[in-house]
């Protein structure tokens, strides 16, 4: 092997170690990365989307203690402990590795009823059947839920299933503003009690448990038809039980003084 072959050669091992050394190095550094996100402690919870659900509360039920290595995190359980809050429907939990954060996105649970007993507000329910405590402030404009005998659990639905589907009902109603109040009977049979219209003071309303979303389509029109142009308050109930007939009842007649 001449002079210029051996100089080649050596250029060539010498850029070969250097190769080395780079892919080497950056081994090193992939695996220092890979070690420092594995153990990267949480530093911070941050919670969204809240509006009566104390982020504080919510951070205490996710427990994960800061100084926690962010990717031993078990994202479904902090989920799981998060969703046992009463307000809370739904939440998505992620790991930001930037940041050391774990990021809690809440939806919360949307008020279908206001549950009275005792002639008193007891809690709000939605249309799972959820009880929601009441807040410290930002009141709804619900129906108010007589008859309802169940006391409120923050884990467990309290409202029969007549009454959730008649809210959830109402909830995409064009009749809903025209109800006041959703009242279950012993019996489970419901009835409604109107919002006060034109002459007419509350009015009674039999809904039967068929078809109710035509029902109210049809208490709609009476309401906005009859009951808004009525000169004088005489009708006391509307009958929708039986399909495509309304039934309109006048007050009992008042027995003269003696």
Known sequence: ??????RTYGRLLLRLAALAAVVGGVGVLGMLGWQWQATAPVERI??????????DTLRHLARVDTGTALADVDVRLVEDRVERHPWVESVSVERRQATRTLSLTVRERTPAGLVVQDGRPAYYVDTAGQALPLPDSAGYD???VHGLRAAYHPIRPVVPRSVRRMLGTLQTSEAAPLVSAVVMHPDSSLH????????????RV?????????????????ARQVLATSPTASIAEIDLRYDGQIIARKPPPTSPET
């Open 46 to 55: 941050a919670v969204t989307g809240t509006r009566h659900a104390a982020p």
């Open 1 to 6: 092997m001449n002079t210029d072959a051996l």
């Open 206 to 222: 039999q809904i039967g448990s068929r078809n109710r979303a035509q029902k109210l389509r049809r208490l709609e029109a009476f």
């Open 142 to 144: 619900v129906p108010l």
């Open 192 to 203: 409604l009690l109107t919002t006060p219209i034109g002459a007419h003071d509350a009015v």
